[in-house]
């Protein structure tokens, strides 16, 4: 997956100095980062959309476009696969540590903390709701 996106980052790379009128990359690098933005959003919504409606076949469709807008996006704002993969793996990281906490149940104050009082009269009006609906 990050080989095809490096491979299609270096196209759209390639690209952008085309001719915009036989080239869309070109043409979106000419109308600048806004129309990026609303390509790679509209292209978001459209994912969005074909999953909630269940065509499988179309979210697959769409994410492609999705990852192509958004390689068109980061190369305009200067940034390379390799951050985007530098950042995930720094969370994959952080991941590995959480993991590695002790397994062993951690003891609870005998206390409420304020947090989870202050949520108890919401939780008592949200049941007093739900049984006048039944
Ligand atoms: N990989 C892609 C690619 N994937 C998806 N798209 C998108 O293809 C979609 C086109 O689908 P449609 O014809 O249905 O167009 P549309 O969304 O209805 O309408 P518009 O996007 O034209 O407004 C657009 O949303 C593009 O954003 C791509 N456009 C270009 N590339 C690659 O980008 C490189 C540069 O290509 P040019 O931009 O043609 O120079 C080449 O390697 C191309 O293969």
């Known amino acids: 997956m ?13 690209a952008k100095d085309l001719d915009p009128a036989t080239s869309r990359t070109a ?3 000419q109308r600048g980062p806004s129309k990026m933005a609303k ?5 978001a919504i459209e994912v969005v959309i074909d999953a ?8 697959i469709r769409e994410s492609a476009d999705l990852l192509y807008n ?6 305009s704002a200067g ?4 951050d985007v993969w530098r950042e995930m793996a720094r969370r994959e990281d952080m991941l ?7 397994k062993s149940p ?5 206390v409420a903390s304020p947090r989870v009082a202050a949520r108890r009269p919401i939780v008592a009006l949200e049941g007093r709701v739900s049984r006048k609906r039944h």
Do not use: Q
């Not at 590995?96 to 002790?102: H, T, V, Y």
């Not at 951690?106 to 005998?110: F, I, Q, R, S």
């Open 2 to 14: 990050s080989d095809s996106l490096e491979r299609l980052y270096l196209a759209v790379l390639a």
């Open 27 to 29: 043409r979106l690098f």
């Open 39 to 43: 390509k790679l959003a509209e292209e």
């Open 52 to 59: 909630v409606n269940g065509d499988s076949e179309a979210v």
């Open 70 to 75: 958004l390689t068109v996006l980061w190369a």
């Open 79 to 82: 940034v390379r696969p390799e």
């Open 96 to 102: 590995g540590i959480a993991e590695k906490l002790p």
């Open 106 to 110: 951690v003891k609870l104050p005998k």
